[in-house]
Nanobody
């Protein structure tokens, strides 16, 4: 069993900041990439940012320069610092992990999602 537990969502005014956190736990043998995706009402889930275990990152064009992803490999945790938030950033944010379990099965896991609302 693998669990991804997210925290840090909420309501913020335009221009404000939030930090999301996601901790992976359970039968993890090796953790490859971790990342954040989001889904706004009526839209498909989209990539926000990913980070590989070597530290290389990838961002959606819409968040470049405003969001920063980081990870603590010792704690199997990924963070998303979101600055200069815009109303269009409003969505449910999901944590994702590409990992191999202790049973040597590689798969993707998702968190339960955390709501981010940017509104005045």
């Amino acid at each position: 069993q693998v669990q991804l537990v997210e925290s840090g969502g909420g309501l913020v005014q335009p221009g404000g900041s939030l930090r999301l956190s996601c901790a992976a736990s359970g039968s993890i043998f090796s953790l490859y990439a971790m990342g954040w995706y989001r889904q706004a009402p009526g839209k498909q889930r989209e990539l926000v940012a990913t980070i590989r275990n070597g530290g290389s990152t990838n961002y959606a064009d819409s968040v470049k320069g405003r969001f920063a992803i980081s990870r603590d490999n010792a704690k199997n945790t990924v963070l998303l610092q979101m600055n200069t938030l815009k109303p269009e950033d409003t969505a449910v944010y999901y944590c994702n992990a590409d990992l191999m379990t202790t049973h040597l099965l590689r798969s993707n896991y998702w968190g339960q999602g955390t709501q981010v609302t940017v509104s005045s």
